[in-house]
């Protein structure tokens, strides 16, 4: 259903946003990778960087942010454009 109100903002992925270290700040997608799973669906590139409902920071690829937006957990990208 759409419509509501999306928990978190996201961004075009920035590489400032991340921990140095970690799987995000590599470029890749630490959405799908975080806890070392293989999601054949994942592009691994990080396209978009958002903020988790503790306020902590992942990195996501094209289909993570697709899955998020529709489980109304971030907003899309270029909202307003
Ligand atoms: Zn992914």
New binding site residues.
Partial sequence: MLGTRAENQSYPYDVGHHEPGSVAATGR?S???WDGRT?ES???EAVVSFQDRQGHWHS??A??LTELVERGEVEPLGQGA
């Fill in positions: 997608c959405w799908h990778g999601v994942c592009s691994t996501g690829c289909e993570a």
